[in-house]
Nanobody, 127 residues
Framework: QVQLVESGGGLVQAGGSLRLSCAAS????????MAWFRQAPGKEREFVAT????????NYADSVKGRFTISRDNAKNTVDLQMNSLKPEDTAVYYC????????????????????WGQGTQVTISS
């Protein structure tokens, strides 16, 4: 089992930046794709960004492309999400997730590909 703990959420003004971090424990995540999803009030959870186990491949939702950057440090067993030029519509609970599939060179956009989830961290962007 993998335990994931997110941190770094908070309240910022539109145009500002935040960096989310996800720390994994109990097992190495170095061979597994990781991702960030988010869920806004009254909406379904949606894909934000994903990164392959090697860290060489990334994929982003169109809504965050060019503003968000996902990265990982396999030595530290962490995955980060750098969020710049934040907008009020980025307000949501952000979840870190790890795939259950061996995926050093793959990225996944679907929730069904992920089996381990963190508890989420709130990000609020004021206008």
């Amino acid at each position: 089992q993998v335990q994931l703990v997110e941190s770094g959420g908070g309240l910022v003004q539109a145009g500002g930046s935040l960096r989310l971090s996800c720390a994994a424990s109990r097992r190495s995540i170095s061979s597994f794709a990781m991702a960030w999803f988010r869920q806004a009030p009254g909406k379904e959870r949606e894909f934000v960004a994903t990164i392959s186990g090697s860290g060489l491949l990334t994929n982003y939702a169109d809504s965050v492309k060019g503003r968000f950057t996902i990265s990982r440090d396999n030595a530290k067993n962490t995955v980060d999400l750098q969020m710049n030029s934040l907008k009020p519509e980025d307000t949501a609970v952000y979840y870190c997730t790890a795939s259950t599939r061996y995926s050093p060179s793959s990225t996944y956009r679907r929730e069904s590909e992920y089996g381990y989830w963190g508890q989420g961290t709130q990000v609020t962007i004021s206008s």
